[in-house]
């Protein structure tokens, strides 16, 4: 069992930055990939970003290539997003996920957080 809460969501004005933690409990963290998720009103929960256990392999959707990225500190048993150059259009509720290997699917994912909420203001 891994348990998972994240910290750091908040609001800010387009252009700003924020910072995601996610802080893993349970089992051996560097033994699984972490993700992040995210999800808006009425929306489906979307892939942001994977990192695998080593942090050797990281992959991104397309909409934050280039502004977010995302790390683990295994020593910490945490894993980070660096969100820069935030846009509306990322407002959502962001929820970090572990899971034996990086992928995109969320079906894929045995353990999630509980979400924290990111505005961006126009």
């Known amino acids: 069992q891994v348990h998972l809460v994240e910290s750091g969501g908040g609001l800010v004005q387009a252009g700003g930055s924020l910072t995601l933690s996610c802080a893993a409990s349970?089992?051996?963290?560097?033994?699984?990939?972490m993700a992040w998720f995210r999800q808006a009103p009425g929306k489906e929960r979307d892939f942001v970003a994977t990192?695998?256990?080593?942090?050797?392999?990281?992959n991104y959707a397309d909409s934050v290539k280039g502004r977010f990225t995302i790390s683990r500190d295994n020593a910490k048993d945490t894993v980070y997003l660096q969100m820069n150059g935030l846009k509306p259009e990322d407002t959502a509720v962001y929820y970090c996920a572990a899971s034996p290997s990086p992928d995109r699917r969320a079906n894929l994912y045995d353990y999630w957080g509980q979400g924290t909420q990111v505005t961006v203001s126009s």
């Open positions: 990192i695998s256990g080593s942090a050797l392999y990281t």
């Open positions: 349970g089992r051996t963290f560097s033994t699984y990939a």
